[in-house]
């Protein structure tokens, strides 16, 4: 059975692309879409934002395309999903998942969680480890169906008052 697309968007799958070369502006429209969209979907603060762009900032200063990787999903050019991969050692942490609203219900954040598991496993990593909260239920779910386990929970008031951080972890070997 075919996937509905979500009632507001007229675009279908195929008509995104996936791209994993880095642009000038990448980071720092992808730290937009993360500051916009958490903010109205969850009421995180500012400080969320600062913390993309910091994660960015270390990204980017340490970029090695043979360890690190980052998919952007494209609809007519402007970036409507991501996801990343930072080498750490032996374990990719997984980074800035995030599809636009009017686009999440085509399948696009299961490919592109795929092409980083996938990504990860093939650099032979051993680990591959994500941060999210509690909040992002959807996300949970898709992690946990992909082979994901919680290792740790830790109340994080940084961004909004009583989120839970929690740490999840899958290995690779």
């Not at 507001?8 to 937009?32: H, P, V």
């Not at 402007?78 to 942490?93: K, L, V």
């Amino acid at each position: 059975m075919a996937q509905e697309k979500h009632p507001e968007c007229r675009k279908s799958a195929g008509d995104i692309s996936i791209r994993t070369e880095l642009r000038a502006g990448d980071a720092g429209y992808i730290t937009f879409m993360h500051g916009r969209i958490y903010q109205k979907e969850y009421g995180y603060s500012t400080l969320f934002e600062a913390y993309v762009a910091k994660s960015f900032f270390d990204f980017l200063q340490n970029y090695d395309p043979s360890r690190d990787r980052l998919w952007c999903a494209e609809d007519g050019g402007t970036i409507i999903g991501c996801i990343g991969i930072a080498g750490h050692g032996d374990r990719a942490q997984l980074r800035w998942f995030l599809i636009e609203p009017e686009y999440r219900g085509l399948g696009l954040g299961k490919k592109l969680l795929s092409l980083a598991v996938d990504f990860a496993r093939n650099r032979g990593y051993q680990t591959i480890y994500l941060d999210t909260t509690s909040d992002l239920t959807q996300a949970v779910g898709l992690y946990r169906k992909m082979g994901f386990e919680k290792v740790k929970e830790t109340p994080n008031n940084s961004w909004k008052k009583g989120v839970t951080e929690l740490e999840f972890s899958m290995d690779l070997s």
